[in-house]
């Protein structure tokens, strides 16, 4: 079974019989896809030919066939409408099982047939053609679809034309293969763990997960093509393990897990003491070892399966003012049984203090504070050769009663970011030179309100939703912000003084607008105008012989961003029974020359 | 022989007046407004054939009136020719009807025809329309049913009589239904809109009349319950009873999402057409942070997705990440009644219809 890729059909459309109970909205059909009550009882039943999807003014034939056991003169009624405007059309047979219609303007045109064939009423069909807008721009997503069961999840690149309501090309969705799967421990007994199957292809979507039980059986839906597998146990009871470059129809076996060493070492500070409470993991030949804490001296023992360190990572005790090392590219020195493993902090901690004080001057309790720092050099890991450690430094702390924040801290130099425990108030502190004495005093200030407006085309939108996401030092583990516009489309979001946001306003009903400041002050959020938004109609099949993509999410992303903005969702719609769905999208517009 | 005197009878033929006979052409027991009247005199009879003249008059017998007087269409015609009264009104029909044959001998019918017009009443039905629980019969509580006329024949305020139509309504509420409470509302000449209190059965009655005692009488039965609670249906990824999703700081963030609620008013993703009926769910958001044992709200935070960066955390941190979900609900507010730790919980045991899931995260 060989099936590769996603197939797109784009013309010459085919509506399966079976129209959609609700009317106009979501009966995009398309090539694929069999209705479920299109079965042995239906006396004859419709489907509809298109010539294809043209330009406004072009003509658009459509072809209906009956199929089915009814016998007798054939009678055919016609609809075709756009936005529920009923069209004009011309019967191009007799019995009029063909016709054409001219689209005076750019939409998704449904076209509607009925049919009597001697005694029996045919089941209709529906089939929407789009007509792009002259000049159209085209706005290019990646459109993820999870579908229901049947296929595993892919990633498919669409284009939305501007103008008018646009017609998607069906998306049928490659099966792919079910992998089901055991893995044992070196004892023969099967483990619970993560399983993730990373495709090797690099320009592959997102991660193929599954979860084995207490037997260690798992089981996936994956594409066609080469995995590199990776196991971790659960609760750390044995190192995690890859299995790379497996075809999709090896995932589905028994996978086993080596042998594991327990590889010892011990971790110092920067004076050289064991470090009690720290954990640490190694990666070894890539894969990640158990994880320990240290004991009172320092010391630590891990399980692995390989033999050349790759990496590690060490979180110091909590509040220890210490930073997090991490390393995921070191050398590869051998690492046996007889291996120690040393980790060594660079620098001593300082104490670092500071009185917080609210805008008027008054000591803040409980105000929440954040330090953080990025080192270059903040440790070093020996296994017979010395190699350097970069880390990060984020200590958290709250204020005492008096307003005074107290924490013992490595870097000399680094940010602060301070919110009281309201959340009304907060700082933004950029390469501090902190010192043991004396102690600094810190003011807050007022959250800025930061009024935006949004509005289409100068009208206000109501309901917009507002998403203030921090950025920079307010990143990560800072919540968006989020508030709603009123009917006058106006809404404030209470941001940081100093702050960097990425400010997204959303239409109710679908299209979004970016907007990315880096100093948070009152007023620097003009008016947002939002795009207007069209309809977007598609359908999901899956396989061959085609099956309907019923109950398949389909979600729509940016299709070249990077980081948190490649996650951000423009438009969702879940897959009716027919797997055909209609999601709001921005409209790209059209090109005015 | 004795002969006596001789003369002649002279015989005279006495020219008979025709006997009018009228024939009711279209006799089909029953005649209403619309309909047409059709007679003929083929029945009428004459002692010689003689060219016959036929004068009809159809009269109205006005309500209230001592006789029938209002000529309303006159005709004069050959036996053969048909008499055609069109029917406009209630009131009764008497026809008379006149033959003469050529020598003027005339003669009315023996006995008036009398033709009554029967009344139509008013034919409606009431249509009831609004949010039911998906697969059953039953509406929401708390949410408006539209209760609309539907006129079978005529318009909404003439029947098809052309009669004028006034309408009743009567509610029959639950017991325990507080009528400051409900609302009964008329919308215009068409119909009402009932927003109910309490769950139970109702009623709505429809009385339809006309002014010549045409009635007509509706009743629905509207069967209400409570609003079921919106369902997690998909995620992205999907929780795990016990198992952790890895999310390494290689990777960069990593986003854990709502794809699906299923919920008869408030679906998620919502409906693209904008449809004041429907409203959103919403979402609440948890994190149990690493080395804590009990969850914290996110605050302020209502979005469908989160999104966890690694670099916020240490390699080796376990979080969970939960989100609850709620949907419009009028009336007490519903309460998740699982321990913290349930990583899944749903208000009605065993229905599959989860208000909360939470992800199990493990950093590297």
């Given at each position: 079974?060989?099936?590769?890729?996603?197939?797109?059909?784009?013309?010459?459309?085919?509506?399966?019989?079976?129209?959609?109970?609700?009317?106009?909205?979501?009966?995009?059909?398309?090539?694929?896809?069999?209705?479920?009550?299109?079965?042995?009882?239906?006396?004859?039943?419709?489907?509809?030919?298109?010539?294809?999807?043209?330009?406004?003014?072009?003509?658009i034939?459509?072809?209906?066939?009956?199929?089915?056991?009814?016998?007798?003169?054939?009678?055919?009624?016609?609809?075709?409408?756009?936005?529920?405007?009923?069209?004009?059309?011309?019967?191009?047979?007799?019995?009029?099982?063909r016709?054409?219609?001219?689209?005076?303007?750019?939409?998704?045109?449904?076209?509607?047939?009925?049919?009597?064939?001697?005694?029996?009423?045919?089941?209709?069909?529906?089939?929407?053609?789009?007509?792009?807008?002259?000049?159209a721009?085209?706005?290019s997503?990646?459109?993820?679809?999870?579908?229901?069961?049947?296929?595993?999840?892919?990633?498919?690149?669409?284009?939305?034309?501007?103008?008018?309501?646009?017609?998607?090309?069906?998306?049928?969705?490659?099966?792919?293969?079910?992998?089901?799967?055991?893995?044992?421990?070196?004892?023969?007994?099967?483990?619970?763990?993560?399983?993730?199957?990373?495709?090797?292809?690099?320009?592959?979507?997102?991660?193929?997960?599954?979860?084995?039980?207490?037997?260690?059986?798992?089981?996936?839906?994956l594409?066609?093509?080469?995995?590199?597998?990776?196991?971790?146990?659960?609760?750390?009871?044995?190192?995690?393990?890859?299995?790379?470059?497996?075809?999709?129809?090896?995932?589905?076996?028994?996978?086993?897990?080596?042998?594991?060493?327990?590889?010892?070492?011990?971790?110092?500070?920067?004076?050289?003491?064991?470090?009690?409470?720290?954990?640490?993991?190694?990666?070894?030949?890539?894969?990640?070892?158990?994880?320990?804490?240290?004991?009172?001296?320092?010391?630590?023992?891990?399980?692995?399966?390989?033999?050349?360190?790759?990496?590690?990572?060490?979180?110091?005790?909590?509040?220890?003012?210490?930073?997090?090392?991490?390393?995921?590219?070191?050398?590869?020195?051998?690492?046996?049984?007889?291996?120690?493993?040393?980790?060594?902090?660079?620098?001593?901690?300082?104490?670092?203090?500071?009185?917080?004080?609210?805008?008027?001057?008054?000591?803040?309790?409980?105000?929440?504070?954040?330090?953080?720092?990025?080192?270059?050099?903040?440790?070093?890991?020996?296994?017979?050769?010395?190699?350097?450690?970069?880390?990060?430094?984020?200590?958290?702390?709250?204020?005492?009663?008096?307003?005074?924040?107290?924490?013992?801290?490595?870097?000399?130099?680094?940010?602060?970011?301070?919110?009281?425990?309201?959340?009304?108030?907060g700082?933004?502190?950029?390469?501090?030179?902190?010192?043991?004495?004396?102690?600094s005093?810190?003011?807050?200030?007022?959250?800025?309100?930061?009024?935006?407006?949004?509005?289409?085309?100068?009208?206000?939108?109501?309901?917009?939703?507002?998403?203030?996401?921090?950025?920079?030092?307010?990143?990560?583990?800072?919540?968006?912000?989020?508030?709603?516009?009123?009917?006058?489309?106006?809404?404030?979001?209470?941001?940081?003084?100093?702050?960097?946001?990425l400010?997204?306003?959303?239409?109710?009903?679908?299209?979004?607008?970016?907007?990315?400041?880096?100093?948070?002050q009152?007023g620097?959020?003009?008016?947002?105008?939002?795009?207007?938004?069209?309809?977007?109609?598609?359908?999901?099949?899956?396989?061959?012989?085609?099956?309907?993509?019923?109950?398949?999410?389909v979600?729509?992303?940016?299709?070249?961003?990077?980081?948190?903005?490649?996650?951000?969702?423009?438009?969702?719609?879940?897959?009716?029974?027919?797997?055909?769905?209609?999601?709001?999208?921005?409209?790209?517009?059209?090109?005015?020359? | 022989?004795?002969?006596?005197?001789?003369?002649?009878?002279?015989?005279?033929?006495?020219?008979?007046?025709?006997?009018?006979?009228?024939?009711?052409?279209?006799?089909?027991?029953?005649?209403?407004?619309?309909?047409?009247?059709?007679?003929?005199?083929?029945?009428?009879?004459?002692?010689?054939?003689?060219?016959?003249?036929?004068?009809?008059?159809?009269?109205?017998?006005?309500?209230?009136?001592?006789?029938c007087?209002?000529?309303?269409?006159t005709?004069?015609g050959?036996?053969?020719?048909?008499?055609?009264?069109?029917?406009?009104?209630?009131?009764?029909?008497?026809?008379?009807?006149?033959?003469?044959?050529?020598?003027?001998?005339?003669?009315?019918?023996?006995?008036?025809?009398?033709v009554?017009?029967?009344?139509?009443?008013?034919?409606?039905?009431?249509?009831?329309?609004g949010?039911?629980e998906?697969?059953?019969?039953?509406?929401?509580?708390?949410?408006?049913?539209?209760?609309?006329?539907?006129?079978?024949?005529?318009?909404?305020?003439?029947?098809?009589?052309?009669?004028?139509?006034?309408?009743?309504?009567?509610?029959?509420?639950?017991?325990?239904?507080?009528?400051?409470?409900?609302?009964?509302?008329?919308?215009?000449?068409?119909?009402?809109?009932?927003?109910?209190?309490?769950?139970?059965?109702?009623?709505?009655?429809?009385?339809?009349?006309?002014?010549?005692?045409?009635?007509?009488?509706?009743?629905?039965t509207?069967?209400?319950?409570?609003?079921?609670?919106?369902?997690?249906?998909?995620?992205?990824?999907?929780?795990?009873?016990?198992?952790?999703?890895?999310?390494?700081?290689?990777?960069?963030?990593?986003?854990?999402?709502?794809?699906?609620?299923?919920?008869?008013?408030?679906?998620?993703?919502?409906?693209?057409?904008?449809?004041?009926?429907?409203?959103?769910?919403?979402?609440?958001?948890?994190?149990?942070?690493?080395?804590?044992?009990?969850?914290?709200?996110?605050?302020?935070?209502?979005?469908?997705?989160?999104?966890?960066?690694?670099?916020s955390?240490?390699?080796?941190?376990?979080?969970?990440?939960?989100?609850?979900?709620?949907?419009?609900?009028?009336?007490?507010t519903?309460?998740?009644?699982?321990?913290?730790?349930?990583?899944?919980?749903?208000?009605?045991?065993?229905?599959?219809?989860?208000?909360?899931?939470?992800?199990?995260?493990?950093?590297?």
């Amino acid at each position: 079974m060989k099936r590769t890729g996603i197939y797109l059909l784009s013309l010459a459309l085919v509506a399966s019989c079976g129209a959609d109970g609700d009317g106009y909205g979501n009966t995009v059909d398309g090539g694929a896809g069999n209705d479920s009550d299109a079965g042995a009882n239906i006396p004859c039943s419709l489907s509809l030919v298109s010539s294809g999807n043209t330009g406004v003014g072009q003509p658009i034939e459509m072809t209906a066939i009956v199929d089915g056991d009814a016998f007798g003169v054939q009678d055919f009624t016609w609809t075709v409408d756009v936005g529920g405007a009923i069209q004009n059309y011309t019967v191009l047979a007799d019995p009029a099982d063909r016709i054409s219609f001219v689209p005076q303007e750019a939409g998704a045109y449904r076209v509607l047939v009925e049919a009597v064939v001697g005694s029996d009423s045919c089941t209709p069909s529906t089939l929407t053609v789009g007509v792009v807008a002259t000049g159209a721009r085209i706005a290019s997503y990646r459109m993820r679809v999870v579908a229901a069961s049947g296929a595993p999840m892919q990633d498919v690149p669409i284009d939305v034309y501007g103008g008018a309501d646009s017609v998607l090309p069906v998306t049928v969705l490659a099966p792919g293969d079910v992998a089901s799967g055991r893995i044992l421990d070196s004892n023969g007994v099967g483990v619970a763990a993560y399983v993730r199957a990373r495709l090797r292809d690099s320009t592959a979507p997102a991660d193929y997960e599954s979860f084995s039980d207490s037997a260690g059986d798992f089981s996936m839906r994956l594409p066609e093509g080469r995995f590199d597998i990776l196991v971790v146990p659960q609760n750390s009871l044995a190192p995690a393990a890859i299995f790379a470059d497996r075809a999709s129809e090896e995932v589905g076996t028994t996978l086993n897990l080596a042998v594991p060493t327990t590889l010892s070492g011990q971790v110092l500070d920067s004076g050289g003491t064991g470090l009690a409470g720290a954990r640490v993991s190694l990666l070894v030949d890539g894969a990640r070892t158990t994880e320990a804490t240290t004991a009172a001296d320092g010391t630590f023992s891990v399980s692995a399966t390989g033999a050349s360190l790759t990496g590690l990572s060490v979180a110091p005790p909590p509040s220890s003012g210490m930073p997090s090392l991490r390393a995921e590219s070191l050398s590869g020195q051998s690492v046996t049984a007889a291996s120690n493993v040393l980790i060594r902090f660079s620098n001593p901690s300082i104490a670092a203090a500071v009185d917080i004080t609210d805008s008027t001057g008054a000591a803040v309790a409980n105000a929440q504070v954040e330090w953080r720092a990025d080192l270059a050099s903040a440790g070093t890991v020996n296994v017979g050769a010395v190699e350097a450690l970069s880390g990060t430094l984020r200590v958290a702390a709250t204020a005492d009663g008096t307003g005074r924040v107290q924490s013992p801290l490595v870097a000399r130099t680094s940010n602060l970011v301070v919110r009281t425990s309201a959340g009304n108030e907060g700082r933004i502190l950029r390469d501090v030179p902190w010192a043991t004495s004396p102690i600094s005093t810190l003011s807050l200030q007022t959250l800025v309100s930061v009024p935006v407006q949004a509005d289409v085309l100068g009208s206000a939108i109501g309901g917009a939703k507002i998403e203030a996401t921090p950025m920079g030092e307010l990143a990560p583990q800072s919540t968006p912000t989020v508030a709603t516009t009123a009917a006058d489309g106006s809404a404030s979001v209470g941001l940081i003084p100093g702050g960097a946001y990425l400010i997204s306003v959303a239409h109710p009903t679908g299209g979004q607008h970016a907007q990315f400041i880096t100093n948070a002050q009152a007023g620097s959020v003009g008016p947002v105008s939002l795009p207007g938004t069209i309809l977007a109609e598609g359908q999901i099949s899956i396989g061959s012989p085609l099956e309907t993509g019923a109950g398949a999410q389909v979600r729509l992303f940016c299709d070249d961003c990077t980081g948190a903005d490649r996650e951000r969702v423009h438009a969702s719609a879940v897959a009716d029974s027919t797997g055909r769905f209609t999601f709001r999208v921005a409209d790209p517009g059209v090109d005015p020359n | 022989m004795a002969i006596g005197a001789g003369g002649c009878f002279f015989t005279e033929v006495v020219n008979e007046a025709p006997v009018a006979g009228i024939r009711v052409l279209n006799d089909d027991g029953q005649h209403f407004i619309g309909d047409t009247l059709k007679f003929d005199a083929t029945k009428t009879v004459d002692d010689v054939t003689n060219r016959l003249t036929c004068e009809w008059q159809a009269r109205i017998c006005d309500t209230g009136a001592t006789g029938c007087t209002t000529i309303v269409d006159t005709m004069i015609g050959t036996v053969t020719d048909a008499f055609e009264v069109p029917v406009v009104g209630h009131e009764r029909i008497e026809i008379q009807l006149r033959v003469t044959d050529e020598l003027g001998a005339t003669r009315l019918q023996p006995d008036l025809l009398s033709v009554d017009i029967q009344n139509r009443p008013p034919d409606v039905k009431l249509q009831d329309t609004g949010s039911k629980e998906g697969g059953t019969d039953s509406y929401i509580l708390h949410r408006p049913i539209n209760l609309v006329i539907d006129v079978q024949g005529g318009e909404l305020l003439k029947d098809i009589d052309g009669d004028d139509v006034t309408y009743t309504w009567n509610l029959f509420a639950p017991p325990n239904s507080d009528v400051n409470v409900r609302s009964f509302e008329e919308v215009g000449d068409e119909g009402y809109i009932l927003t109910p209190d309490v769950s139970g059965t109702w009623e709505v009655e429809l009385i339809a009349e006309d002014a010549f005692g045409g009635r007509d009488e509706e009743r629905v039965t509207l069967f209400v319950g409570p609003d079921s609670p919106p369902c997690l249906e998909a995620l992205d990824p999907v929780p795990d009873p016990i198992g952790y999703y890895l999310v390494e700081s290689t990777d960069g963030p990593r986003s854990f999402s709502v794809l699906s609620v299923r919920d008869v008013l408030d679906p998620f993703p919502g409906p693209v057409v904008e449809d004041p009926a429907f409203g959103e769910s919403t979402f609440r958001w948890f994190l149990r942070e690493p080395g804590k044992s009990a969850f914290t709200e996110i605050t302020n935070y209502t979005a469908e997705s989160y999104t966890v960066d690694p670099l916020s955390y240490d390699p080796g941190d376990l979080l969970e990440l939960r989100v609850e979900v709620a949907d419009r609900v009028s009336g007490p507010t519903r309460e998740l009644g699982c321990a913290d730790s349930a990583r899944a919980c749903e208000l009605v045991a065993g229905s599959q219809c989860y208000q909360r899931q939470t992800w199990g995260v493990h950093i590297q």
